[in-house]
């Protein structure tokens, strides 16, 4: 399967993070352990999500999840 690049979204209903990559497509919610991949700094970082006290990707420092490019 292809990449798909999208955004990450917090889902309050599911207390997750989910990938937009589209209006009306969406990854189907992300959990602990998953891999993607983040644009930050000018390219793209292999990372994977994780909870502790709060939702983190590890080895990235961002203040808020929240629309992030991301591919998976």
Known sequence: MAQKTGAL?????????DIRFDIADYYGGL???????????????????EYGDNWYLVGIRAEDLNGLRVRI
């Open 31 to 49: 959990h602990c352990g998953e891999c993607m991949d983040v644009f930050t700094g000018g390219k793209w970082k292999p990372t994977r999500i």
């Open 9 to 17: 979204i917090f889902d309050e209903t599911a207390d997750s993070y």
